[in-house]
């Protein structure tokens, strides 16, 4: 699915598909972080399987406002434990599948909202 974000002025997410997103025009098939201030990380787990909490205490450390988490395929949640660095700035979390996070991503940073998405991609099988 093509996407069209309303301001091109943040890095947006373009696209996405099994096993790949489009983080303005190029296509990524690897998890990642983007952000709307410019922000763009490899994110390194190929599987929600190998996610650990020094995936996310590694997101507390990029001063966003709210982290939103694409957790693959399907809608899944990781222990509340892994969150406390997040709390502990005060900075939200919301998760979802994958693809909704592309959608809401695009949204917030389109608003100028101050957000990170953490994009678990998943090969395609």
Known sequence: MKLQPDRFDVP?????????????????????????????????????GALTASHFAQLATLDAELVIFGSGQRLRFVPAAWLQPLM????????????????????????GRNV?????????G
């Open 12 to 48: 947006a997410i373009t696209g996405y598909g099994p096993g790949w997103v489009g983080v303005s025009g190029e296509r990524v098939e690897a998890s990642v972080v983007i952000g709307s201030r410019g922000q763009r990380l490899d994110w390194h787990c190929d599987d929600f």
């Open 88 to 111: 502990a700035r005060r900075i939200g979390l919301e998760t979802m599948d994958t693809q909704a996070a592309c959608r809401t991503y695009n949204i917030l940073a389109g608003e």
């Open 116 to 124: 990170i998405a953490a994009l678990l991609i998943e090969p395609a």
